[in-house]
């Protein structure tokens, strides 16, 4: 069964911490995201990647960045932890050939406190 | 990128069809339209996605007007563990998937 791995699925961080949220698929796709969910807010995106090293931006970079290593793995990067990236962290990938449809992690739900 | 637009809430019943529209009066041509659902606690599923034709698979039917200004997700026979948020969202050749707030989908015993 193909999968998207978030490493934890809680998390508890203090404002001012560097915090990695990673990401790891086993489909061998091309592209994989990173959105964070809010009530009222909706699924928002934060930074994609169409390969390997190459990234953009999505809705809302600001306070975060990414890094792709290896194609298998999207790493999200808080600098510096505030209470306002309190939220859902949701990885997704998919490909550039075949049905095209995305497929989701089951999320990080990070607290900063 | 071109956004669509849903009603906020539906309301079913157990084992009866639901058919959630969708209008995405932007829409270009090489738009396909794809459909998400999130049950509670969890990330969101694939669920199915067209461009011009009508599509079914085990989960559900899409049904893409002619002029692909609208469509409508059908679920065939509701269940219990339908009840979701079902997402309606264009994907462009960027590949960006962007959501917008769905359609909560109550369904009752």
């Known amino acids: 069964d193909v999968k998207v791995t978030q490493s934890s699925r809680y998390l508890v961080k203090r404002t001012g911490e560097k915090v990695f949220l990673e990401c790891v698929q086993d489909?061998?796709?091309?592209?994989m995201f990173w959105y964070r969910q809010d009530p009222g807010l909706g699924l928002r995106l934060i930074y994609f990647s169409y390969d390997v090293k190459m990234k953009e931006k999505g809705d809302i970079p600001e306070g975060y960045s990414v890094s792709r290593e290896k194609k298998e793995r999207f790493s999200l990067i808080l600098e510096s932890a505030s209470t306002n990236q309190t939220s859902m962290y949701l990885c997704?990938?998919?490909?550039?050939?075949?049905?095209?449809?995305?497929?989701f992690g089951s999320g990080t739900r990070l607290t900063v406190v | 990128d071109a956004k669509t637009t849903q009603p906020n809430s539906m309301e079913s019943n157990e084992e009866e069809p639901v058919h959630l529209p969708c209008n995405h009066s932007t829409i270009s041509g090489t738009d396909y339209i794809h459909w998400y659902r999130q049950l509670p606690s969890q990330g969101p599923e694939y669920v199915i996605h067209g461009l011009t034709s009508n599509v079914n698979n085990r989960m559900a039917s899409l049904a893409i007007a002619e002029d692909r200004k609208s469509s409508t997700l059908i679920l065939h026979r509701a269940t219990l563990r339908d009840a979701a948020v079902y997402y309606c969202i264009l994907r462009s050749n960027t590949g960006k998937l962007i959501f917008g707030q769905g359609t909560t989908l109550q369904v009752k015993p």
């Open positions: 489909m061998d796709h091309e592209n």
């Open positions: 997704a990938s998919s490909s550039f050939r075949g049905f095209g449809g995305y497929t």
